[in-house]
């Protein structure tokens, strides 16, 4: 595929912008109670996998998600009623977790994670 083929981002599209999760599978079946899930961080935050999580949580029932530093503000204190979340950090889209006290940040060096 060339590259002129996949038109750029829209500059208006962020990261909470309303997406169809339609075409994710049922997380449940995947994902059980007490299990972590951890993803990468920055500009590699699988949106549509957060996204999903956030749309199925209910279902979940209580999972840990382990951040690192977030940019995609798709994850909010309110979700705390179906996520433990846990970083090694509090900046970043982190810091509204950080701030609302659902966020438990390791107090360890990153060379230890």
Not at 67 to 89: K, M, Q, S, W
């Amino acid at each position: 595929m060339k590259h002129e083929e996949f038109p750029p981002l829209d500059a208006t599209e962020t990261a909470d912008a309303p997406d169809s999760t339609s075409h994710v599978p049922d997380l449940s079946g995947l994902i059980r109670p007490g299990d972590t899930v951890m993803w990468g961080q920055s500009h590699a935050e699988p949106v549509t996998l957060m996204r999903a999580l956030v749309a199925q949580r209910e279902r979940l029932r209580r999972i840990r998600l382990f951040l690192g530093i977030g940019l995609a503000d798709v994850l909010t204190p309110e979700h705390a009623d179906a996520f433990d979340f846990l970083a090694y950090c509090g900046s970043g889209a982190n810091r509204k977790l950080a701030r609302a006290g659902v966020l438990d940040i390791l107090p360890a060096y990153y060379s230890q994670l």
